[in-house]
């Protein structure tokens, strides 16, 4: 069993910082891609960010050149460094874990939710 707890959201004026974390506990092998999502209310889930094992990134084309995706692997933790923040960032963020918790068995693992708010 592998749990995810997130930690790190809240309300934030525009143009404000906030660094989310996710830490992964449990039965972990070895964590493949670990990952960020997001829902605004009365919208899709969308990708906003993820990191492979060998630390290759990719991100949403709204979030460029402002998060900044990291992990440390000796802590099954990943990060979302956010930077200036927009109003049209307000959604709740979800981490996901690739993680084999065998050597030949993997899943797919998420966090809980932890909402972010920009507003002035």
């Known amino acids: 069993q592998v749990q995810l707890v997130e930690s790190g959201g809240g309300p934030v004026q525009p143009g404000g910082s906030l660094r989310l974390s996710c830490a992964a506990s449990?039965?972990?092998?070895?964590?493949?891609?670990m990952g960020w999502y997001r829902q605004a209310r009365g919208k899709q889930r969308e990708l906003v960010a993820d990191?492979?094992?060998?630390?290759?990134?990719n991100y949403n084309d709204s979030v460029k050149g402002r998060f900044t995706i990291s992990r440390d692997n000796a802590k099954n933790t990943v990060y979302l460094q956010m930077n200036s923040l927009k109003p049209e960032d307000t959604a709740v963020y979800y981490c996901?874990?690739?993680?084999?918790?065998?050597?030949?068995?993997?899943?797919?693992?998420w966090g809980q939710g932890t909402q972010v708010t920009v507003s002035s």
């Open positions: 449990g039965s972990i092998y070895r964590i493949n891609t």
């Open positions: 996901y874990m690739d993680v084999q918790y065998r050597v030949h068995l993997s899943g797919t693992y």
């Open positions: 990191i492979t094992g060998g630390d290759s990134t």
